[in-house]
């Protein structure tokens, strides 16, 4: 069977290369010499299809296109010189694509340290980590190939390095396959994120033109953060992203990166933390936006799709510019408008199903006010998803934190949808909440109580499968959205959820329910005898195996590579606890049970 | 040195000549769309003219280029369609399975395939290629296999 499909995907990918219809001729030789005549001047673009190829090429060109490269922003009066040190376009400062120790060809001419023309690379790499990461890593654990250097152990990092005139080192940029460091599509910020298991910190920090500046943000598997700043302000800037996992793990991405001409601008308002809509990414203009109840039946006809079946009340003011909209029929809201400097924008919507509550700034907790389904999305002020809760079931009363007040750095929005089950059309809102932003915290709280002592994960919740989300985003970082209750293992007491990264059983406790076992198709747990584990996999990849102690914090834990399926021992070495679970993690699965 | 001074012109258009159309097919299955992949391809080459000096093999470094720019453009679009999720064209679905079902994959399970299926590029490369273990190569393109297997079987 594996053979038919692997044939398959060969002959349908010949089939469909051979379908492509080059031009004959020299048509892209053509195309390739006007774009170097063209460069350094872009041409300026204003929609966003083009400008994606547009944005692409200035990252490759930038990032890939080796240590020393002319980008396509060279009218922002800076040059980047070649490897003999005379620049490649015109311009008025000559700098060397560098992230360290400068971009500046004369500084770095003028050290006269040994490192910087030492045959080896390595003296130069051991600085720059030592600068960068405070670790200084021995000769065995960093191995070189050509330009390249790659730490072996402990830091997930490869080194980049050019030579100016020949013969001295800088370093050009910073990899780690760990990060996914990217200027996102609207060409206005770096994105940044972390590759599935490897959640922690991110330590961000930029030096822009305009001032340098960061923060630290938590970090999720495939949740993308946006690095705002001014990229066309900025005619290049070092970004530096720095992951500090959870599972101990360091790894660093520096690159120099330049903003490509013509980014699309938005001529309507983008609401800050005074507003929800329109965002960054709303293609919205002005003239749109120019009478409340237009700019309500915008906001629904953007966010909710189609408006057959919605009616709008007409506009009731309120103050001399703000008021409300009614909106009845297939949808129940209140849409608070706003009118600033001649546009309309959307303050707020509230649906009388579901109140908001955000007592505490940063925080914001969503109570239904009947049974129903609830579905809630998190953005930026760019529009941005930065957390997603799909589908949770809520009893009459439930109130659910959304996100809790915790220091991160931008404002925020709750968007949000109630599907009633009985009784009225479904309910839409959408708050503003200024200042933090949280993308952890999501299950539902319980009251405080006894965990019983089987539990593997001390978060209980009231619906099983709520729990079992809330257990699988702790330990692999993101939000399973595929879980059924198993109706084979099913009573008032013990409950196993399916999904598709396996299976999670739980118990029920004073009425909530806790994770009492958890394994995946491709990773379990056959016995623990510490500091031995003894596994079963069934798919290459690198398993993680941890130590917990009770309140779930990782007392040991190894990485393996495996290439194929079958048993497995791992030795976790000394542990420095006593561990309440053991965790193994393959890929997007985990397995976790308690020491026997 | 002027990195433009110093290509060797000839040599320059012998590798147009030997590699633009392998590079937009690999671009193609790479992006699914043949105009973004001949700009993604031309500008690969701009990168490749611009270093020319420096690229001791110029036809590796002209397919590490292609790649990474249509990685690079496959994660855009993969952002782009979180916003604005397209529905599925039934008729395509019906006309052309195994290629949607390979549009849908996520940039590094569909560049390991296309690597690996179609190059014939043994692990090792497609490691270096994508900027990966070689691990995570082979489990891009066991789980790459197991999500076509599994739409196709449907």
Redesign the interface.
């Known amino acids: 069977?594996?053979d038919d499909?692997?044939d398959?995907?060969?002959a349908?990918?010949?089939q469909?290369?051979?379908e492509?219809?080059?031009p004959s001729g020299?048509a892209?030789?053509d195309?390739?010499h006007r774009?170097?005549a063209s460069?350094p001047a872009a041409p300026a673009r204003r929609t966003r299809g083009p400008w994606?190829?547009a944005?692409?090429?200035a990252?490759?060109?930038a990032?890939?296109?080796?240590?020393?490269?002319?980008r396509n922003d060279d009218d922002r009066d800076r040059t980047v010189v070649?490897?003999?040190g005379?620049?490649?376009a015109g311009g008025e400062a000559a700098v060397v694509d560098a992230v360290w120790p400068s971009d500046d060809p004369e500084i770095l001419r003028g050290i006269s340290a040994a490192w910087a023309r030492d045959p080896s690379p390595l003296p130069a790499v051991r600085l720059y980590l030592q600068d960068r990461l405070d670790t200084t890593p021995s000769d065995e654990h960093l191995v070189v190939d050509g330009d390249t250097v790659t730490v072996t152990e402990e830091t997930d990092v490869?080194v980049h390095l050019g030579r100016l005139d020949g013969e001295i080192w800088f370093v050009e940029r910073a990899?780690s396959?760990l990060l996914?460091v990217?200027v996102?599509?609207d060409g206005e910020r770096v994105?940044g994120g972390v590759v599935p298991g490897s959640s922690g910190t991110l330590e961000i920090s930029y030096e822009a033109d305009d001032g340098g500046a960061g923060g630290t943000v938590p970090a999720q598997a495939e949740v993308?953060v946006p690095i705002d700043y001014s990229m066309p302000a900025s005619d290049s800037v070092v970004t530096r992203v720095k992951l500090l996992a959870d599972v101990g793990t360091v790894a660093l991405d520096e690159r120099r990166l330049a903003a490509p001409d013509g980014a699309p601008v938005p001529d309507a308002p983008i609401v800050d933390a005074v507003g929800v809509w329109p965002k960054g990414?709303d293609e919205i203009s002005a003239s749109d936006l120019t009478d409340p109840v237009g700019t309500a039946a915008r906001y629904i006809e953007e966010t909710v799709g189609a408006s057959n079946g919605i009616v709008l009340s007409d506009f009731r003011q309120g103050d001399s510019n703000s008021g409300e909209v009614e909106v009845t029929g297939d949808l129940v809201a209140t849409i608070a408008v706003r009118q600033v400097g001649g546009s309309w924008h959307v303050e707020a919507v509230h649906t009388p199903l579901v109140e908001a509550r955000g007592d505490i700034p940063g925080e914001l907790w969503l109570h239904a006010n009947q049974e129903g389904v609830l579905s809630v999305t998190v953005l930026d002020r760019w529009?941005t998803?930065v957390r997603s809760m799909p589908s949770r079931r809520m009893g009459e009363g439930e109130e659910v934190v959304v996100v809790e007040a915790e220091p991160v750095h931008k404002p925020f929005s709750v968007r949000y949808r109630f599907e009633p089950s009985v009784g009225n059309p479904p309910g839409i809102g959408d708050v503003a909440v200024a200042g933090t932003v949280s993308q952890q915290n999501t299950g539902v709280e319980p009251e405080a109580h006894d965990v019983p002592a089987e539990a593997l994960y001390a978060g209980g919740g009231l619906d099983p499968i709520g729990t079992a989300q809330g257990y699988i985003e702790d330990r692999l970082g993101f939000w399973p959205d595929d879980m059924q209750l198993s109706p084979e293992h099913a009573s008032e007491t013990i409950q196993t959820v399916d999904w598709s990264g396996g299976s999670v059983t739980m118990v029920r406790h004073d009425g909530y329910w806790y994770v009492i076992e958890s394994f995946g198709p491709v990773v379990k747990i056959e016995s623990v005898d510490l500091p031995r584990v003894q596994l079963e996999v069934g798919?290459?990849?690198?398993v993680h195996v941890q130590a917990l102690d009770a309140e779930g914090n990782v007392c040991a834990e190894t990485f393996v590579?495996?290439?194929g399926g079958g048993p497995l021992s791992v030795d976790l070495g000394h542990i420095p606890c006593d561990p309440a679970s053991i965790v193994a993690v393959l890929?997007e699965t985990i397995a976790e049970r308690q020491p026997s | 040195m002027m990195a433009a001074t110093v290509v060797e012109e000839d040599g320059f258009v012998a590798l147009y000549r030997e590699r633009y159309d392998p590079m937009v097919r690999l671009a193609y299955l790479m992006v699914g769309d043949r105009a973004v992949a001949e700009e993604l391809v031309q500008d690969a080459f701009v990168a490749v003219h611009r270093n020319w000096a420096r690229a001791t093999q110029p036809s590796a470094y002209l397919r590490t280029a292609v790649v990474n720019s249509c990685n690079s453009w496959g994660r855009r679009q993969t952002l782009e369609r979180l916003r604005r999720p397209a529905p599925p064209d039934p008729d395509v679905l019906v006309a052309d399975e195994l290629w949607d079902v390979l549009e849908t994959l996520p940039s590094r399970q569909r560049a390991a395939i296309v690597l690996r299926f179609y190059e014939d590029l043994p692990d090792d490369q497609i490691a270096a290629l994508l900027g990966c273990r070689v691990p995570t190569v082979r489990t891009a393109i066991f789980r790459g296999l197991a999500k076509l297997r599994k739409e196709i079987e449907r």
């Open positions: 069977m594996t499909l692997e398959q995907v060969r349908t990918l010949r469909k290369a051979a492509v219809r080059v020299d892209g030789l195309a390739i774009k170097l460069a994606l190829v944005a692409a090429a990252v490759v060109v990032i890939v296109g080796g240590s020393l490269v002319a070649a490897g003999g005379d620049p490649v490869v990899t396959g996914d990217d996102d599509f994105t993308v990414i529009g998803v798919e290459p990849g690198s590579d495996v290439d890929n």
